[in-house]
């Protein structure tokens, strides 16, 4: 193998291209990115970013030089605009590229909303890249009232970080709560009541009609005809895995960029790492959005790129700052059925553990460190601790399993 071409120097592209070369590689690897900065980590830009509390070189990946001495070969402002998976060759605005392996890292693109919704007014805002975040950052100073569209994790994130800046902040929520999609009732409830507590109004089971203004936005008028004044909107409504390249060069979809086990997509020699990428997990294919899973992911398949032969296992985990509080997740909660609660003893401290038929399958705990530790590890292991005394907060964690 020769030439290794990563299509999307974000997260996952980054990873893949160092893990290969940590893995003796001794070949070329290209890195194209659409993007003009180099790769950079996500999750300060809704967050210490946003605030103006991390300057912009600490959000990248790697130092200036990280990728000459890798001899990586990093092309910024670059896109791929087709695939040929017959002839394994990447089409670039710069020219074709011949490889021996593809790895598709084209990450996700936020959910836009259509043209009739924002009637094409300035001060909308999507939070995905740094250019979103620069553009908010620029507008803040002349905004009062922000209207953040989306109760998930990035709405929630930025109706944390307008209001700490002294912007009035109102959260539209179409599903009856936020964090539905994500969370239990319970792990809402706190989520909630913390943001009331900072004086975030958060509306929910009522979604945005329109916006109006005078070339930019001057209000949000939502579906039960209230109307809300807004110069800053801010659209965080889920995001759609970027699967434009390999749909166009005819690769199998299945909600995101299909892979089997070990990362390679329908077509041989092309492989998907990231947010991008399907993968078998239980049985059922799973797509991820997060950084952990971008590292380790990438990782993998970089060693399956490499002759390997390792299946890859998801072990999800994840996080999210909002306020004084630091919410960390681990597992996955899908068909849960029971949920138990377990106080802490810090302010806002408490941990949510997910059951599916009496096992153990997820953790959501808020300013409770320890817990999520102990969480992530009876998971990982297939532990299931005694739910009865999970709940009582005197209970020692280390005797619970
Ligand atoms: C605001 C925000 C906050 C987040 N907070 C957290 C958090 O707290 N914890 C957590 O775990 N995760 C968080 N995430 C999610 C996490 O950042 C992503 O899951 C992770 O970045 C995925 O990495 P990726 O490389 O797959 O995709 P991306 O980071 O999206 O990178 C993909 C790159 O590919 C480029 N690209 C796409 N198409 C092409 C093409 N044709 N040619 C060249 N380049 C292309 C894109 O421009 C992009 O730069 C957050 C995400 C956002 C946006």
């Known amino acids: 193998m020769q030439r290794v071409v990563i299509i999307g120097a974000g997260q996952a592209g980054c990873s893949a291209a160092f893990a290969l070369r940590k893995r003796g590689f001794d070949g070329e690897i290209i890195l194209l990115g659409e993007e003009t900065d180099p790769p950079y980590q996500r999750p300060p830009l809704s967050k210490a970013y946003l605030l103006g509390d991390m300057e912009r070189a600490r959000l990248y990946l790697k130092p200036p030089g990280a990728y000459t001495d890798a001899g990586i070969d990093l092309r910024t402002g670059c896109d791929a605009i087709a695939i040929d998976a017959q002839q394994m060759r990447v089409d670039t605005a710069q020219g074709p590229l011949t490889?021996?392996?593809?790895?598709?890292?084209?990450?996700?693109?936020?959910?836009?909303?259509?043209?009739?919704?924002?009637?094409?007014?300035?001060?909308?805002?999507?939070?995905?890249?740094l250019a979103d975040i620069d553009a908010i950052r620029t507008a803040i100073p002349d905004c009062k009232n922000a209207v953040i569209i989306g109760g998930g994790y990035i709405g929630l994130e930025a109706a944390a970080v307008t209001t700490k800046i002294g912007l009035n902040a109102t959260v539209v929520e179409m599903a009856p709560r936020i964090l539905q999609r994500v969370a239990s009732r319970e792990t809402s409830d706190a989520m909630r009541a913390l943001h009331a507590h900072h004086g975030v109004t958060i509306l929910e089971n009522v979604g945005l009609a329109l916006f109006l203004g005078d070339g930019s936005v001057k209000s949000a008028v939502l579906a039960d005809g209230t109307e809300l004044p807004c110069d800053l909107a801010i659209v965080g409504v889920?995001?759609?895995?970027?699967?434009?390249?390999?749909?166009?060069?005819?690769?199998?979809?299945?909600?995101?960029?299909?892979?089997?086990?070990?990362?390679?997509?329908?077509?041989?020699?092309?492989?998907?790492?990231?947010?991008?990428?399907?993968?078998?997990?239980?049985?059922?294919?799973?797509?991820?959005?997060?950084?952990?899973?971008?590292?380790?992911?990438?990782?993998?398949?970089?060693?399956?790129?490499?002759?390997?032969?390792?299946?890859?296992?998801?072990?999800?985990?994840?996080?999210?700052?909002?306020?004084?509080?630091?919410?960390?997740?681990?597992?996955?909660?899908?068909?849960?059925?029971?949920?138990?609660?377990?106080?802490?003893?810090?302010?806002?401290?408490?941990?949510?553990?997910?059951?599916?038929?009496?096992?153990?399958?997820?953790?959501?705990?808020?300013?409770?460190?320890?817990?999520?530790?102990?969480?992530?590890?009876?998971?990982?292991a297939g532990q299931t601790p005694d739910r009865k005394r999970l709940a009582d907060p005197a209970a020692d964690l280390k005797t619970l399993v």
């Open 238 to 380: 889920g995001i759609r895995p970027d699967i434009a390249l390999a749909q166009a060069a005819g690769l199998r979809i299945e909600n995101g960029i299909w892979t089997d086990a070990r990362g390679q997509t329908s077509a041989p020699g092309i492989w998907a790492v990231g947010d991008c990428a399907s993968f078998p997990h239980t049985g059922a294919p799973l797509r991820l959005e997060s950084v952990p899973h971008a590292i380790d992911h990438a990782e993998t398949v970089a060693a399956n790129v490499l002759g390997a032969r390792t299946d890859y296992t998801a072990r999800p985990w994840f996080w999210s700052d909002q306020f004084d509080v630091k919410l960390q997740i681990a597992g996955l909660n899908t068909g849960y059925d029971q949920v138990v609660t377990r106080p802490g003893g810090k302010p806002w401290s408490r941990s949510h553990w997910y059951f599916a038929a009496g096992r153990l399958v997820a953790v959501d705990a808020l300013n409770a460190p320890r817990d999520y530790m102990s969480g992530k590890r009876w998971i990982e």
């Open 99 to 129: 490889a021996d392996a593809i790895i598709l890292a084209t990450g996700s693109k936020p959910i836009r909303l259509p043209e009739a919704v924002t009637g094409g007014l300035a001060g909308i805002h999507y939070v995905r890249d």
